[in-house]
Each structure stands twice: as C-alpha cells, then as structure tokens.
C-alpha cells in the first residue's frame, strides 16, 4: 500500500484529467469512479488512478480552489523524444511556464502548467530508467518562500523511513533552498524556494493523502501536521508550511461505501461532521 498518495481537487474534470494523464505513461490506469452523494459542495465525483505505476487519486466537484506551480510533478525522461511528446501532449490548452530548452541543471527540460491546471516539470534525465517515474515538487512561494529547509527536515522527522538525499543552498543566498531531493515513507520528493516574488502559495487544491493503519496512527499524524485548528476538516488539515494533508484510514473507501446505501448515507453523514476522523465512530454510525 502506497503510504502517502498525491491528491487534487477540480471543479468537475477529474475522471477526464485522469484519462488523459493515463494516456502519457506507461503502466498507468483508471482504477476506480466513485460517485460520493450530498457532500458540502454537492456530488463529487472520487477517481483512484496509477500513472507509470504510482498512485493518485483526485476528486471532481465545485472547487473553492485553483492548482497553481507551488507543487507540481517531476517526470524523469530516458530521452529528448519523450520530453517534446508529453510536452507537446500538455501544451494543448496548456501554458508554457519555462520554455522548453537547455538549462544549467538540464540538457533537455520544460515546465507547464496543463488544461486542467497541474504544473509538469519535464526533464530529460542523465542517470537511465529511475524507479520513481514522477516526483511531486514543493516550491515554497510567496509566505513560505524561506522554509523548504525547516519544512524538509521536519517532514522527515515526521514520517518514518524518510531521509534527506540532497539539500544545496543558493550560492547567493544560502538561507534559500536551491535544490533538495528527500524520501518520506519510500517515495522520492523535491523542493525548493522560489527565487521570484510570485503572488501563488501552497493551498487545498493539491494535498497529500496519509494512509493510516489506525486511530492511533490517524491521532499521531494530526497532532504533527496540524498547525491551523479552523482548517481541520474530514480528516484534512493545513500544516506550518501552508501544506494541506489528508489523514485518513487506509480503508476509508470502504469504510463510506461497503455497506446497504442507507448505511453508507449514515457514515458519510457522520464523516461530513467530524473534524478529525474518528474510526469508532464511523463503524457506530453503520450499525445505527
């Protein structure tokens, strides 16, 4: 089970956006289409895909918030033909945010921002077939512009089976993260702070799902990454650095949606109200 799952949130193109991304990678597919009834902002809309053998989910529905570059995705490319095709597949609709070109860290690198909104950093790499296809990559922007440093070396802190690979400073500003590559729970991230003044910052559009195996796990995670008591909602929550997480059980989906529809109306009901997610009680809400 993949512990930590990216997740993002559209107006209302989820399972379209999924397909597409499907489409520019090998080993990927649609794994599932949920369809959640009456939530706050109406029916949404639930997908569960696999992009080159990684998980993600997103969610359709009437999104209060818009994705923007502050976390985008890395693609590792084996050659220069792979970056121009997924470029040219995203450029559709798409605005080009570094032209693709030559660059001091890259021979053969872009960056865009796609149709639906999600920023892909393309980059040919040196070191052949990565086992990690895809890296989300946190720029720390605007009020956060300053903290990758304190935000890496917590988040190590926080999850297990985590270290720091790499963290180089900017020659001209060393308080500044020119580049960091770290792991938490197996899977490979980058970052850095944002040398422009930008006007973007980390929001609820693009979050990261924990699985967790318990309430005791789910309990432990909120008190680390819980930082703005007001944003606790469902089991999501905003951290320090801006960063918003879902804690969540790692059997949630059926938890919501294993039982007769009236059951499953009732633990959804009791899920919209709770701030942190509660297990017990969920379980108690079915058997009402």
Request: net charge negative.
């Amino acid at each position: 089970m993949q512990k930590i799952i990216p997740f993002l949130w559209y107006a209302k193109q989820a399972e379209e956006a999924a397909s597409f991304y499907k489409s520019l990678f090998e080993d990927s597919s649609i794994i599932d289409v949920q369809t959640m009834k009456d939530t706050p902002s109406g029916d949404a809309e639930l997908v569960t895909f696999k992009l080159a053998g990684q998980q993600f989910q997103s969610i359709g529905t009437g999104a209060p918030f818009t994705l923007n570059p502050s976390i985008s995705f890395m693609v590792a490319c084996e050659t220069a033909e792979e970056v121009n095709a997924k470029w040219e597949a995203l450029s559709e609709g798409g605005i080009a945010l570094m032209p693709l070109a030559e660059y001091p860290f890259s021979k053969w690198f872009g960056w865009i921002q796609d149709r639906y909104g999600l920023s892909w950093q393309l980059s040919l790499t040196e070191q052949g077939v990565t086992k990690q296809k895809i890296t989300p990559h946190f720029l720390f922007s605007n009020v956060a512009c300053g903290k990758a440093e304190e935000a890496i070396r917590y988040y190590t802190e926080v999850f297990s089976d985590s270290k720091i690979n790499l963290l180089k400073k900017f020659e001209e500003n060393e308080e500044k993260v020119n580049m960091a590559a770290f792991t938490l729970e197996g899977i490979n991230f980058s970052a850095m702070d944002n040398s422009y003044d930008v006007p973007f910052h980390f929001n609820e559009a693009f979050s990261f799902m924990i699985n967790c195996e318990d309430q005791a796990e789910i309990d432990y995670f909120i008190e680390k990454l819980s930082y703005i008591p007001q944003a606790e909602q469902c089991g999501w929550v905003k951290d320090q650095f801006g960063v918003s997480w879902q804690v969540v059980p790692h059997n949630l989906s059926e938890l919501l949606g294993g039982g007769t529809t009236e059951e499953n109306k009732r633990v959804g009901a009791a899920l919209q109200k709770m701030k942190r997610i509660n297990i017990a009680e969920l379980k108690k809400a079915r058997q009402e």
